[in-house]
């Protein structure tokens, strides 16, 4: 089945991908999560100057160009604009699983040199706050994204993601998202991402924008998406094909992001059932909170439905 993809521009990195999405289309949907019930929808308009204000906000914390930041925490709508925001300064985003082993925790940060650890929330935080092995860890500054009770221990220095984007917004002034990508390029890296390590300690991997722009548009290529179509996200941010692409060949008329859920999550089972799909069923675990717009930001396409 064919569709109208438009061309990506080989110099175009993510974070200029979402500049001219929120440029283009700002009140569109970009991303949506349910929580407690309700389902929260944030506009590429609303994404965009998240990512500038939180990217503003890093600067302050000393982050620059070439500098790796960790991240350790589910797929959240807050951990993709951390990701992105990581980019827009040249950065480079180390994410790892939450379950990692601490003694691995701990060689991948010495291996990147990270000064900045994001945590996802407060289980994580509490789990970190005890490891011995993290006595004496480079960290200067840990932003926890989910809660309201910094991680005080390892002397490190701890403030929210409420802080971290309240002090981008002080520190931003007139300064667009635009002013800051205008010297990202495709194919410098904007990632990091860990080995399986089956053969010894993992290796860290260096992913570009030009790597990812690739892959997803030789998977649509052969998966042949059209305008109806919806996609189910369920993918870990450690994961190479994590949650930060803005598809570049979707064209920008495709609908907002699918309720659905993954077929095996209870969540979905009536939906599914009502909806007279049947399809082969995943293992849900903790990362399948966010569905994302088919024209947007999204990771593995576990699911496809169409309307």
């Known amino acids: 089945m064919a569709t109208d993809k438009p061309a990506a521009n080989e110099s175009s990195a993510l974070v200029h991908l979402l500049r001219d999405r929120a440029d283009r289309e700002p009140r569109q949907v970009a991303l949506r999560v349910k929580r407690l019930g309700l389902w929260q929808e944030t506009t590429w308009a609303d994404l965009a100057t998240r990512v500038r204000n939180l990217a503003l906000g890093l600067a302050t914390l000393g982050v620059k160009a070439g500098d790796a930041v960790a991240i350790i925490a589910a797929a959240t709508p807050e951990a993709v604009a951390l990701d992105l925001a990581i980019q827009a300064l040249g950065g480079l985003a180390l994410p790892i699983h939450p379950y990692t082993s601490l003694g691995d925790v701990r060689y991948l940060l010495d291996s990147a040199g990270v000064k900045v650890l994001l945590i996802g929330d407060l289980e994580t935080a509490d789990r970190l706050r005890t490891a011995r092995e993290l006595d004496s860890a480079p960290i200067e500054t840990t932003v926890l994204i989910e809660g309201t009770a910094g991680l005080q221990s390892h002397a490190w220095r701890s403030i929210t993601f409420s802080e971290l984007d309240e002090l981008g917004h002080a520190a931003g002034g007139t300064r667009s998202l635009d002013s800051l990508v205008e010297g990202r390029r495709a194919d410098e890296p904007m990632s990091l991402h860990a080995t399986a390590g089956t053969g010894g300690r993992p290796r860290l991997v260096r992913i570009t924008s030009a790597n990812l722009i690739a892959a997803w548009s030789e998977f649509l290529d052969g998966f042949g998406p059209s305008a109806q179509d919806s996609f189910v996200v369920e993918a870990?941010?450690?994961?190479?094909?994590?949650?930060?692409?803005?598809?570049?060949?979707?064209?920008?008329?495709?609908?907002?992001?699918?309720?659905?859920?993954?077929?095996?999550?209870?969540?979905?089972?009536?939906?599914?059932?009502?909806?007279?799909?049947?399809?082969?069923?995943?293992?849900?675990?903790?990362?399948?909170?966010v569905a994302r717009s088919t024209g947007g930001l999204f990771g593995r396409a576990w699911a496809r439905t169409r309307r």
């Open 236 to 289: 870990p941010v450690s994961h190479v094909a994590g949650p930060t692409a803005p598809q570049p060949t979707f064209p920008s008329t495709r609908r907002q992001s699918t309720k659905r859920w993954p077929r095996s999550s209870p969540r979905c089972r009536s939906r599914c059932h009502n909806a007279g799909r049947r399809g082969q069923r995943r293992s849900a675990g903790p990362f399948n909170k």
